[in-house]
T-cell receptor, first 113, second 117 residues
Framework: DQQVKQNSPSLSVQEGRISILNCDYT??????FLWYKKYPAEGPTFLISISSIKDKNEDGRFTVFLNKSAKHLSLHIVPSQPGDSAVYFC????????????FGQGTTLQVKP | DGGITQSPKYLFRKEGQNVTLSCEQN?????MYWYRQDPGQGLRLIYY???????QKGDIAEGYSVSREKKESFPLTVTSAQKNPTAFYLCASSIRSSGGPNTGELFFGEGSRLTVL
């Protein structure tokens, strides 16, 4: 039972354009969502998060949008840079999960120069 | 600098052997976690610990064991009962384990790659 889904395994965009990574969840108890970025053979690093009381959070080139009614969130990267090429994981948690994160399968982003 | 240290980075094991992966953190975090990464499956939770001397099974605990005798340390033993142990193992920690925003942010180590020969 995949509670957090990233249906696109990979995404390729041109440098300078927008990258949009999508994530869907099924558990209505989730109230906090995070994006992590991972390079090969390294641990994931936290990128940006959003609480369910908001529908948008912005940090520099990265913006996360949350649509609670659709149980959908997305990560926008503008403008995309070659150094953004990595695997991006969406994760969710809620008060009923005792703080543990449920991760999606990940989307591999390739930004071409 | 504060952080999470996993060792060894690479480990080879023969079938039937138990191996222990080390995870140490000096962030003074209460909670620690072990995740497993397989291609196309994201990160799956093996075990987690919210406090010293206490831990809970995650989604795929079978064939694994942990201990939490010290706040800083959360070693994972991959036993011979684990049917498919070859994977990339990630240890993480967080400040608190439950309630409110900011508790979901995990700090990860660099991972340990285990290969069963």
């Amino acid at each position: 039972d995949q509670q957090v889904k990233q249906n696109s395994p990979s995404l390729s965009v041109q440098e300078g354009r927008i990258s949009i990574l999508n994530c869907d969840y099924t558990n209505s108890m989730f109230d906090y969502f995070l994006w992590y970025k991972k390079y090969p053979a390294e641990g994931p690093t936290f990128l940006i998060s959003i609480s369910s009381i908001k529908d948008k959070n912005e940090d520099g080139r990265f913006t996360v949008f949350l649509n609670k009614s659709a149980k959908h969130l997305s990560l926008h990267i503008v403008p995309s840079q070659p150094g953004d090429s990595a695997v991006y994981f969406c994760a969710a948690t809620g008060s009923g999960n005792t703080g543990k994160l449920i991760f999606g399968q990940g989307t591999t982003l390739q930004v071409k120069p | 600098d504060g952080g999470i240290t996993q060792s060894p980075k690479y480990l080879f094991r023969k079938e039937g052997q138990n191996v222990t992966l080390s995870c140490e953190q000096n962030l003074n975090h209460d909670a620690m976690y072990w995740y497993r990464q397989d291609p196309g499956q994201g990160l799956r939770l093996i075990y987690y610990s919210q406090i010293v001397n206490d831990f809970q099974k995650g989604d795929i605990a079978e064939g694994y064991s942990v201990s939490r005798e010290k706040k800083e340390s959360f070693p994972l033993t991959v036993t011979s009962a684990q049917k498919n142990p070859t994977a990339f193992y990630l240890c993480a920690s967080s400040i608190r384990s439950s309630g409110g925003p900011n508790t979901g942010e995990l700090f990860f180590g660099e991972g340990s790659r285990l290969t069963v020969l």
